[in-house]
Nanobody, 120 residues
Framework: QVQLVESGGGLVQPGGSLRLSCAAS????????MGWYRQAPGKQRELVAA???????NYAASVKGRFTISRDNAKNTVYLQMNSLKPEDTAVYSC??????????????WGQGTQVTVSS
């Protein structure tokens, strides 16, 4: 079994910063690409940032220059540093990972999500 658990969400004022973490645990042989997604009320889920196993990254245009995705392979953890937050960044943020389990099976797994609210 594989679990992804996010943490670090909360309430922050516009212009502030938050750092999200997503830790993977369980029967993990390797983790391929990982990504952060968000979904605001009444909107579709969108990809915010992604990182490959080799460390290549890509970002949504709306967060480029403000958000940074990184990963610690030794800890099976991916991070999202969010700076200069805006009210429109308010959403539930979830991580997703492509994971190969011991035994060779591959699947994509989701965390439960963490709420980020940007408001004064």
């Amino acid at each position: 079994q594989v679990q992804l658990v996010e943490s670090g969400g909360g309430l922050v004022q516009p212009g502030g910063s938050l750092r999200l973490s997503c830790a993977a645990s369980g029967s993990i042989f390797s983790i391929n690409d990982m990504g952060w997604y968000r979904q605001a009320p009444g909107k579709q889920r969108e990809l915010v940032a992604a990182i490959t196993s080799g460390g290549s990254t890509n970002y949504a245009a709306s967060v480029k220059g403000r958000f940074t995705i990184s990963r610690d392979n030794a800890k099976n953890t991916v991070y999202l540093q969010m700076n200069s937050l805006k009210p429109e960044d308010t959403a539930v943020y979830s991580c997703n990972g492509g994971i190969t389990r011991y035994g060779g099976s591959y699947g994509r797994y989701w965390g439960q999500g963490t709420q980020v609210t940007v408001s004064s």
